[in-house]
């Protein structure tokens, strides 16, 4: 394991101190948790934006797309813990 320096201003550290202290954490451990958070949700954001990407590239490709009235009645039933069937992405008509 590497060790790695950080430069923070002392009004920051002692916000830190007191959240560690809260979180019943030293406050290495409280920075390393916030650290990993945070990188955890980048990587997150990251693939949801690939996945994004790529549905958008289908989506220009072949013209379909799951109407929204279909995907919202999908939402709400297994909001709902309803076991049901997907909506298929079908050409809107014209």
């Known amino acids: 394991m590497s060790t790695t ?3 923070m201003d002392d009004a920051l550290k002692s916000r830190i ?3 560690a202290e809260r979180a019943g954490k ?3 451990a409280f920075i390393l ?3 990993s958070e945070t990188v955890e949700r980048i ?4 693939e949801l934006h690939r996945i994004a990407d790529a549905r958008w590239v289908a989506l220009k490709r072949t013209g379909e797309s799951v109407a929204w ?3 919202k009645e999908y939402l709400q039933a297994r ?16």
């Open 33 to 35: 948790d916030a650290l």
């Open 17 to 19: 101190a007191a959240a």
């Open 5 to 7: 320096t950080i430069r």
């Open 43 to 46: 990587e997150t954001d990251d």
């Open 79 to 94: 909001a709902s813990g309803k076991n049901v069937r997907r909506p298929s992405a079908r050409q809107p008509s014209r």
């Open 69 to 71: 009235a279909d995907a």
């Open 26 to 28: 030293s406050s290495h």
